[in-house]
């Protein structure tokens, strides 16, 4: 049985499949399945294709309700579990604070263009009523961005263990689905990413199975004044959070990994109580370098 790597790009990222098979071309077979699978959510959740069911409910915001499927009715229901279990801080119409914010340039908009688009953010608005779904004020969006590529990752993953599969992962830009352990039974050896550092590790786990994913401040991000600015908004004031260099979680799913990671990222202070309480496994870094660690077993060396 030999390890098979293919590598493609989806949803703006690199990706990669890995996974043992008998030959090339039953595992060739075997992943170009899976990032089918991956590139049929994109295209049905994606904000940038005006075919997608995110589009044409922010097209209609303000207007009529929109009929969703099975699947996007049950990403609306987790996505307001995430909702409830982080106070309010994950919201999947808070995409619209980005208008405010151009990564690429370092400018802090003003309280009255956050207002503005703050006014616009409110999860608890969204109205459904059975396959209907209607963003109440026009200017609002759904975003699945902070619940996409983890869902891509763990719905290519058990089309693979469908499959047969038994050993190998699915890597979507550093979030991962692992359906089983090396050939010989080995853990893979996952780097996490150094948030300062860029190239550099500060960690490697070693990973049977399960979600890994990290979320933090160094992705994108830019300094102004001696002060960093990164992508993770909080929704209540528009502003970036500030407290947490990076936060990975490991996770039974890639979806309850990210959603821990990037909630843990919103909720600042209060990350650490959140993540015991999950019963995830973590490596948190705050903003002073100090590494906060809970796992089952010495599972994480520093690099």
């Not at 987790?78 to 801080?89: E, I, R, V």
């Not at 959070?241 to 260099?245: A, D, G, S």
């Given at each position: 049985m030999h390890v098979f790597r293919?590598?493609?790009a989806a949803m703006a990222s690199p990706c990669e499949v890995v996974l043992a098979a008998d030959g090339p071309v039953q595992a060739r077979a075997l992943a170009q399945q899976a990032e089918a699978e991956v590139r049929r959510i994109e295209c049905a959740y994606s904000r940038y294709r005006p075919d997608s069911i995110v589009s044409r409910l922010n097209a209609a915001a303000g207007g009529a309700p929109v009929e969703c499927d099975d699947e996007t009715l049950a990403l609306l229901d987790?996505?307001?579990?995430?909702?409830?279990?982080?106070?309010?801080?994950f919201d999947i119409t808070s995409g619209v604070l980005?208008?405010?914010w151009n990564f690429r340039q370092p400018r802090v908009p003003d309280s009255a263009e956050l207002d503005a688009l703050c006014r616009l953010v409110g999860w608890a608005r969204v109205e459904r009523n059975g396959r209907l779904v209607r963003l109440p004020q026009a200017g609002m969006e759904i975003d699945f961005g902070g619940i996409g590529k983890e869902y891509a990752a763990d719905r290519a993953g058990a089309l693979l263990a469908g499959q047969g599969v038994r050993h190998g992962y699915v890597n979507l830009a550093g979030d991962m689905?692992?359906?089983g352990p090396k050939p010989d039974g080995a853990a893979w050896m996952i780097g996490i990413q150094h948030p300062r550092e860029p190239g550099e590790l500060v960690a490697t786990l070693p990973v049977q199975r399960g979600g890994l994913a990290t979320s933090g401040d160094y992705e994108r991000y830019f300094e102004l004044d001696s002060r960093r600015y990164c992508h993770i908004l909080d929704p209540r004031s528009g502003l970036p959070?500030?407290?947490?260099?990076s936060i990975s979680v490991l996770a039974p799913l890639a979806v309850v990994a990210g959603n821990c990671a990037t909630i843990g990222m919103l909720l600042q202070e209060r990350a650490l109580d959140f993540l015991d309480?999950?019963?995830t496994q973590y490596l948190a870094i705050d903003q002073q370098g100090e590494v906060h660690l809970r796992a089952a077993e010495p599972a994480v060396a520093p690099a």
């Open positions: 293919h590598a493609f987790y996505a307001d579990t995430l909702h409830a279990a982080s106070d309010g801080l980005r208008r405010a689905h692992v359906i959070v500030t407290h947490w260099r309480a999950s019963g």
